[in-house]
């Protein structure tokens, strides 16, 4: 491991052995296909907050195990949802009710909370050893997205109007990585294909740690890698950021190892994503988790770091 690597690891602690149950299928009437998750846990240990993560456009429960089994490992229970925009269902941009998808993408992650009974239940010997009351949600790109809306953000119409307020008070952290900028800065091509992809943060008040690459220059927008750090700048809620230098949107690489999606593979950035996210997911839980404060200290403090956490009170 690198020297970062190393001083990140002392605040976070060793890993443990982990156990992942695919696919576990929850209740969805009306849905068009059956709702798929993928739980992981540590096979030991008591009072385990959740994860409930997002993926990214096209991908599936079976995607993101850099991140999602890191956080297990580190004693999370990490619920991973198929979405309807999985490529694994052969949706395509030009299919009807694609331009709802966002929609129904926040209503799979209330599923998954209204039926953590079913969660636990499906894990050999996980029953009983949740805690509920300590539960964050993360995303990556458009889950990203998803995620925000849990947490406050909302969806803007075409006249600015915000739309509905999709927040869920049981999900009290977050973590948003490579996430959308506002609508005002979309490009031609997704302001008529992605009309959707409006946010405003103004009312994502839940504790948030944003991620962004430097280097992250999206087709998606007009104005270059800064739009991905908007919910911070916009937001009440988002007090840190994290900015990986030479980070493109894969972030080094958390969808997965040598996914042809990442064009910037560095072992060592997703290594630095694994353990400050896991540092942030533990004291937004716990406030009196030093494990946060700790990790932002051992970041700074290194001279290999390649990032900057900016944080606000």
Do not use: C, K
């Not at 602690?13 to 209740?27: K, R």
């Not at 998954?112 to 805690?131: F, I, K, M, N, Y």
Request: aromatic share 6%.
């Amino acid at each position: 491991m690198s020297p970062i690597l190393d001083s990140l690891e002392t605040v976070v602690g060793p890993s443990t052995p982990v156990v992942s149950v695919a696919p576990i299928t929850l209740e969805s009437p009306g849905r068009r296909h059956a709702l798929h998750v993928r739980v992981s846990a540590p096979v030991t240990g008591t009072d385990l907050p959740i994860v409930l993560f997002a993926h990214g456009n096209g991908w599936s429960l079976d995607g993101y195990a850099p991140l999602t089994a890191f956080w297990a490992s580190r004693g999370f229970v990490v619920v991973q949802p198929t979405h309807l925009d999985s490529r694994r269902l052969g949706t395509r941009m030009d299919d009807p009710g694609f331009a709802d998808i966002w929609r129904t993408r926040v209503d799979d992650l209330v599923r998954v909370l209204d039926q953590l009974d079913t969660v636990e239940s499906s894990v050999p010997g996980l029953a009983g050893r949740v805690d509920r009351a300590r539960i964050a949600a993360a995303g990556h790109s458009w889950g990203a997205q998803t995620v925000g809306e849990l947490l406050g953000a909302r969806v803007l119409a075409a006249d600015g109007t915000p739309g509905e307020d999709l927040s869920d008070a049981r999900v009290q952290a977050g973590v948003l990585l490579a996430t959308a900028g506002t609508g005002d800065d979309l490009s031609p091509w997704a302001s008529a294909h992605l009309p959707f992809m409006r946010p405003s943060f103004a009312t994502l008040t839940t504790p948030t740690l944003v991620v962004a690459g430097d280097h992250d220059d999206s087709p998606l927008t007009t104005r270059g890698p800064d739009w991905m750090t908007d919910a911070y700048e916009l937001s009440p809620g988002a007090t840190d950021l994290l900015t990986l230098f030479g980070g493109e949107h894969s972030l080094g690489g958390i969808p997965g190892h040598e996914v042809a999606e990442t064009t910037d593979e560095d072992p060592v950035r997703v290594g630095v994503v694994q353990r400050l996210t896991t540092a942030y997911l533990r004291s937004a839980l716990e406030p009196s988790d030093p494990s946060w404060v700790e990790a932002r200290t051992a970041f700074t403090a290194s001279d290999d770091r390649n990032g900057r956490i900016d944080t606000r009170p």
